[in-house]
Every structure is written in C-alpha cells, then in structure tokens.
C-alpha cells in the first residue's frame, strides 16, 4: 500500500505506522546481532587501475595526526645494491663498557653496551636502522631482564641494563632484521596493505561460492558487499558472488598470503644468516654484579628515559611498578576468583589465557558448545565458587575459520556489558593485524578505547586489563604477515592510546624478551603462568599462595 493511500484512513494510518515501527526494530536487532544488513558498492573501473604498483589509493585511509603516529621512524635509507652492503650480525659485535671505579657493578646501577653493525664485508655500517633485542640473563639464578636500544643512525647503538640482581649476568644481543629489511617491510604494508586475504563462503539452496574479502579490496569487474559494521564503522568488504545476494554469507577464513619480494629481498629474511641472529661480543659478555651499596644512587643515562616493567628472579617476575606479583597456587586461584566473571576477548594469545584458567582450576568445567577450539566462543563455569570465564576472539581482520554469525568487534561487546565491581574485562588485539596500515590498527584501538571509556563511565568499578604484543620465532612468511618489527609498532602504539585510561597492562613485551625460552608467538607455559600471576594480582592485590 502506497504512503498517500495508507494515510487516507484512520485505521490505515494506524497500520502504516505500526509497520515502520516494526521495521525499525527488525533493523535495530539485527544491529544488535552484530549482523547488518549488506550493501552492494558499484566500483568506477576507469580511475583505479589494478596493477599493485600503479596505484597505491586503492586502501587509503584519513591520514593520521603525529599524535597518533606514536612511534620512532624508521631512518631513509638508500636501497641497498647487494646483499653485502648490509648489515652482518657475524661481522657486527657489541662492547660492555667500563662500570663505575674501577670496573666494578652493584645491584641499582646501569650497565651500558655499545653495539657496532658492520655488512657482510666487514666494513663499519654509516647509517642506523637496524632492529636490534638486547636481555641480561643468568640461567642458574632464571633471571632475566629486557634491555633498552638506542639507534644513534650511524651504525652504533647503545643497550642499557638496569642490574637487578646480584651474580653473573650475561649479555645477549639480537638483529632481528638489518635496516634494509625495514625498509623492505615497510614498503610492502604501504604497497600491498592487502598480501593477507580472506574468503567468505556463500550459499544459497544448492548454491554456494566463494570469494575473495579485506579491509579494502582492488577494483575489479565485480560488484563489492560491504560489510562495514554499523556500529564501529569498522570496513569490511567481500567480492560480490555471480548469482548470490551478499546476505548469503555464512562463513569467514584466510584465503592466503602473497609473497611479491624480489630475489635480492628474500635474502634479507634469512634465518641463521641476518634474521634473529646473536651478535657476539668483541670482549667478555658477561659482568659480575655485587650486592648495592649503602647509600647508592641510581645513575641513570642520559640515552634512555625510562626503565624496565619487570624481571624474573628465581623464575618469578617481579614487576617495578609497584605491583606485588605472588605465586598463585590452584586454590589462591579460585579464591581469588571466587563470585566473578571474567571476560576474554582477541586473538589466540589471549586464548592461551583462558586454556590456562580451564586446565589450573579442577572446578572449572568446560561447557561443549561445540565450536572449533580456535575461535570459540568458549565458556567455562566454576559453580561451587561462582566463577565464568569466557573468551571470544575479535572481529575481522582475523585468521580463524569463523561462522559470520560470531563474528563481533570487541567495542561491540563491551558496549553490550553492564559491568560491575566483579566483572574482570581482559583484551589482547595486535597480531592479526600486522601486516595491515597502521591507520587500520589505530582506528581499532580507537574504538574499543571509547569502548572502555563508556564501561568505565557507567560501571567504574570494572577491571580492565590489557595484554600487549609479544616477539616471535620468524619464517620468512612470518616476517612477511606478522614480522617482530610489525609487533613493537602495535605494542608502542597500543600503550599511547590507551595512556591515562584507568586500564592495566600486562607487558608481554618485556616478558618474554626477559626470558631466557626461545620466542614464541604463544609463548611457553613458565611466561604464561607468570601473566596469569601478574593478571591475578590486579584482580586480588597482594593474594597469592
């Protein structure tokens, strides 16, 4: 019935009212489901071109304000000629530099280390760059501590360790990646922000297809469904199936990668050659440290502003800001848990988290929703102690195979909490977000941050607690999607945007950097029960076994 004829009548102008009110709810719960309506985008063939080299606009994004570009930038560099002229962990070395009277170091000082990079040549590297890791271990006392680099763009660097502890401490330095394979990185986010692709599955009857989805996608002849979500303006788009509407869209999973390096620079990405590979020392790597001295002033250098967040001693971290992190034993666990519910949401590291808690606590029982480990999502009651844990993982970009059904944007969830002085909200976003502009990650952040501020508006009492990034073993097709280089850029960035916000971090950073245990992207059981020690000591102060 037409508008004009419905409102003619008394009765017809109650109906036709009746019937745009019922359809605006229909589309504010399928809001609520977190399943919006797609739209179908016509692409203007003729001002883009295909070519991944002829035009880079294709994914372009609001340029961001210094404020939010909150990292150091990588030094211009020219492009090197051959691998031989580039940095050379195995003719690079690093010097311990003379302690204070007479050689000696006491627990509170600093020891600084000068780092000089040569290429495979031998001759001394004039530019910086490089991405080095530096810790201070000592493997009888499992103490361990991250160091602080500082690139002085000539090719020497400086690493400064704060002494924690008393005993041999040992230096170990790492190139990560020679400064021409930063440019190298850097160069593919910015020309092929999309390497990483997905797949949805449609279907339709006996009909089903797939095709290829992004945060942004290359035109092509084919229609776009965009599944911008309508509450966080988070982009998403799939190519548009043949003979399927885009509300046919039933699954989500990563379709491939695209490894476009030249030749030349995949031999920057070699492991054992100038890939996580250790510097060694021109003199001794290791110093003895004494006990501190009555009185002693910290000295601190003039190169590096701040400190560590932690260190293990005896196996244990110990965190420097304040925080009291004991042991907590099964039983502490529970207790400490006791009446609250504790919320996961992000990627695979932060399921690790819930794996710990399910398999720590006997009387925490697993419910059988039948979903796939990877994505969940996962839920498990404690009903004896009143204790929920769950864990979701985010929303697109992300690697899991993953029904569009639980697909959800971790604002979306939090806005749908009520919140309270029993609610524990844990987040950890970043991994599968590294081989993407950094625009993309920032706007993420961006809107669960204003997801917080609205939980912590309403419900102060909330915890929240943030998981940041980690370092990795590296493959060459590791470097490619989710290289260490792309990690400390979303660790730097995420602890900018969310500086000043009543939130906790867990510094996974320096936890597992400090670790003597090689690198994992899930790191191994003796770091994970530490986070969860740490976790735990924000949810229960100064508790523990």
Known sequence: ???????????????????????????????????????????????????????????????????????????????????????????????????????????????????????????????????????????????????????????????????????????????????????????????????????????????????????????????????????????????????????????????????????????????????????QASGPSNVTVLPKQEGQLKKKSSTVTSGPSGYYYQGVWRALDGTTVPEFSASAISQCLKGKVVHMYGDSTIRQWFEFFDAALPGLKKFDLHNPRQFGPHMSLDYENNILVTYRCHGPPIRFAVPTRELRYVANELDDLAGDNNIVVVLGIWSHLGSFPMEIYIRRLQSIRRAVVRLLDRAPGTLVVIRTANSKALTLYETITNSDWYSLQRDKVLRAIFKGLNVQLIDAWEMNLAHHLPHNLHPPPPIIRNMINYLLSYICPKNGS
Not at 43 to 70: G, I, K, W, Y
Request: aromatic share 8%; glycine share 6%; net charge positive.
């Open 1 to 279: 019935m037409k508008a004009t004829a419905c409102l003619r009548r008394e009765y017809g102008a109650l109906l036709c009212l009746t019937a745009f009110v019922v359809i605006f709810v229909l589309r504010y719960m399928d809001n609520l489901e977190f399943q919006p309506k797609s739209t179908i985008i016509m692409v203007d063939h003729q001002s883009v071109s295909t070519h991944p080299h002829m035009n880079r606009s294709f994914c372009a994004f609001q340029p961001l304000s210094p404020e939010d570009a909150a990292w150091p930038e990588t030094p211009l560099l020219p492009a090197p000629i051959s691998l031989e002229q580039t940095s050379d962990p195995a003719h690079s070395n690093f010097t311990i530099l003379p302690g204070r009277k007479g050689g000696q170091w006491h627990v509170g000082d600093q020891l600084q280390v000068m780092i000089q990079t040569s290429d495979f040549q031998g001759r001394p590297k004039k530019s910086g760059g490089d991405f080095l890791l530096a810790s201070l271990h000592n493997r009888k006392l499992e103490a361990g501590v991250a160091g602080q680099v500082v690139d002085h763009l000539n090719g020497s660097y400086s690493a400064v360790f704060s002494l924690l502890w008393e005993g041999d401490a040992q230096v170990e330095v790492m190139l990560v990646h020679p400064s021409e394979g930063i440019s190298v990185l850097n160069r593919l986010t910015r020309e092929q922000p999309d390497r990483i692709y997905f797949k949805s599955l449609f279907r339709s009857g006996s009909l089903s297809e797939s095709t290829i989805c992004n945060v942004c996608l290359r035109p092509t002849k084919q229609p776009l469904c965009n599944y911008t979500d309508l509450r966080t303006g988070e982009p998403w788009f799939c190519y548009k199936p043949k003979n399927m509407s885009c509300d046919a869209r039933i699954s989500h999973h990563m379709g491939g990668y695209r490894n476009n390096l030249k030749a030349k620079e995949k031999d920057l990405f070699k492991s054992g050659v100038n890939m996580k590979v250790s510097i």
